[in-house]
Structures are given as structure tokens and as C-alpha cells.
């Protein structure tokens, strides 16, 4: 029962907000469908870090999800700043249900065991934004991530964000703080897309590996952990 992760796939298979604009996304969901299959098994889990879908309400969401339905393996979910649908967990869990998608979790306020790793995780916020909201949508993050570290007791612990928690020359301190305290020791995250992803910090970093798995930055193939 392998974990692989992925984020920021941005589904729109009903074609209002395809990224096959973008340089890099030419075929996205062929490609990612095919490596999917490729790769991950039914008894599997995938990680999605965020941005899954660019509906606006969860009804909108019903062809994104139920093409990630026909891949193989468990898919656990993690908002991502652009899931405009993302609502409250019971709406989303009876919306899930009433498709009779099983195969479906959400990471949020919460940790999920898997072989006795707990992953832990928040979309957390950007490290750089100063506004009065912006500090407390932070605070109001890192009080998630630390809710669901702390779920995960005494197990080893791999975090998911949708947000890079680090930069070359700074860092999100506050999260980057809860993963020394709970003794976190891998780091993954999404977000940065393009002529970005040359600034992600992957590797080891004061004890903490990191890495980012943003869908284009890995050619849209899951990748395993």
C-alpha cells in the first residue's frame, strides 16, 4: 500500500479553464491519466496537495471528481488556495457519498494513518503577505497544522501543504517552526507552476526534507514515498 503525491492538477473537464494554455500543460490529463495508471495501484494512496479543480461550487465539481473516481487507488484531498468548491467537511463528505465515491478523504484539521504514518497537513498561507487578514489566515493555518500533528501522537509524521512552507532566502518561520517542534522530518508541498518552480527549495534543509510535486514540476506522474 504505497503513498504517492501530486498537486495541482486544476481539473476542468467540462473545458471553461483548460491549462493546456500554459506552456508545459500541452495534453495534461492524458498524460496524467496514462502515468497514473501507470503507477499507482488499487490499493494505493494519493495525496492531492490542493487545487484540484477549478469548479466554483462542489455540484461543479461532479466531472473533475468523477474522472479522479475511475483512477486506481485511495485519493486524499487538501485545499489548495484556488478549490473555490471546498465547503464544510460534512457537505463535502455527503456530496462524496451520494455519488458512491468511497474512495475519497479529506486532509483538514485532522491526520490520516496510513501503515502507521500519520500525514499530516494544512494549505497554510503565503510566508510574505503583511495585511492585518493576511496574518490571521496564517495563524489560523498554522493552528490546523499544529491540530493535526498533534492527532498524529507519537507515530512519524510526513506533512502535506498546498503553500512552499520555504524559499532560498526566507521562509513561512511560523510553519516551518511546528514541523522542528513535532519532529517532522519530510516536507511536501505544491503551488509554484512554470518559470517558478526553478525557485523551489527541495532537499534537505535544517534536518527537514523538502520537495515539491506541483503537477507540472513532475510531468504530471505521481510520484512515490
Known sequence: MAIFVIGDL????????????FPGWEHYMQRLEENWRAAVLPEDLVVLLGDTSWAMSLQETLQDFAFLHTLP??????????DYWWTT???MERFFAEQG???FAFLHNNCIMHD???LCGTRSWMFDASAPQDEKVMARECGRLRMSLQAAGEAEKIVFLHY???YPNANAEEVVALLHEYGVKRCFYGHLHGGSIR?????RVDGIEYRLVSADSLRFCPVKI
Not at 73 to 82: D, F, R, S, T, V
Not at 199 to 203: I, K, M, N
Open 116 to 118: 502507521g504514518v500519520a
Open 199 to 203: 525557485y523551489a527549495v527541495q532537499g
Open 89 to 91: 467537511m460534512a457537505k
Open 164 to 166: 512552499p512552507p520555504i
Open 10 to 21: 486544476h481539473l476542468s473537464m467540462d473545458g471553461k479553464k483548460t491549462m493546456e494554455v
Open 73 to 82: 487507488g485511495k485519493k486524499l484531498l487538501l485545499k489548495g488556495n484556488h
Open 101 to 103: 465515491w468511497n474512495d
